[in-house]
């Protein structure tokens, strides 16, 4: 069992920027993180929870169609951590985001963390 907390999320005005950390822990962290896939999620009020990046290597990356070239997912395997740099950040990617992870050939994400509120307006 992998338990994950994420950080970051805030108030941000619209075209700002923000990172969120994602920190594993658990008995197979860091030394087995490697193994693992790594996703970003969001959900907004009254909204389907929508795919936003997953990082199955630090180099083999992919990305929903609404982030495309604004956010960035990155992971440092030694630290056990995921990360999740948003700029020109728009009213819509106003929701709750959550860091999840499952190994690699899974279907589904097995571990998820509790969301952290991320609030763009003016």
């Known amino acids: 069992q992998v338990h994950l907390v994420e950080s970051g999320g805030g108030l941000v005005q619209p075209g700002g920027s923000l990172r969120l950390s994602c920190a594993a822990s658990g008995r197979s962290i860091p030394a087995y993180f490697t193994l693992y896939t790594t996703g970003w999620f969001r959900q907004a009020p009254g909204k389907e929870r929508e795919f936003i990046a997953a990082?199955?290597?630090?180099?083999?990356?992919r990305y929903g169609d609404s982030v495309k070239g604004r956010f960035t997912i990155s992971r440092d395997n030694a630290k056990g951590t995921v990360y999740l740099q948003m700029n020109n950040l728009k009213p819509e990617d106003t929701a709750v985001y959550y860091c999840?992870?499952?190994?690699?050939?899974?279907?589904?994400?097995?571990?998820w963390g509790q969301g952290t509120q991320v609030t763009v307006s003016s």
């Open positions: 990082t199955y290597t630090p180099s083999a990356t």
């Open positions: 999840a992870v499952k190994q690699r050939g899974d279907a589904e994400y097995s571990s």
